[in-house]
């Protein structure tokens, strides 16, 4: 079992930064797997980025990349993602979520098994 505890978001004006963490407790770093992903109101959630915890690899949507990037911090099981050059499209509740497979990164929220309760990001134009 993985709990999962998002923080860091807020409010900011576009072009500025943001960078929010997920704090994990329970489980093992073998083939753990860490996204995050974002939802407006009446969409799907949209995948942002993820990242390998053992070896860090990283992948991320197009409209992200570039410009956010995700890490991850072994000693404090924390997974943060840092966002640069924010757009009001940024907008959205971001979620940080966990699964373990050995197979390469996963982009599906379905393929996640653990959820945090998200927090909001709003950026104003």
């Known amino acids: 079992q993985v709990q999962l505890v998002e923080s860091g978001g807020g409010l900011v004006q576009a072009g500025d930064s ?63 993602l840092q966002m640069n050059s924010l757009r009001p499209e940024d907008t959205a509740i971001y979620y940080c979520a966990a699964t373990y497979t050995t197979l390469a990164l996963p982009t599906s929220q379905s393929d996640y ?10 950026v104003s134009s």
């Open 18 to 80: 943001l960078r929010l963490s997920c704090t994990a407790s329970g489980g093992a770093f073998m083939n753990r797997r860490m996204g995050w992903f974002r939802q407006t109101l009446g969409r799907e959630r949209q995948f942002v980025a993820v990242i390998s915890w053992t070896s860090g690899t990283t992948y991320y949507s197009d409209s992200v990349k570039g410009r956010f990037t995700i890490s991850r911090d072994n000693a404090k099981n924390t997974v943060d």
């Open 113 to 122: 098994r653990y959820w945090g309760q998200g927090t909001q990001v709003t």
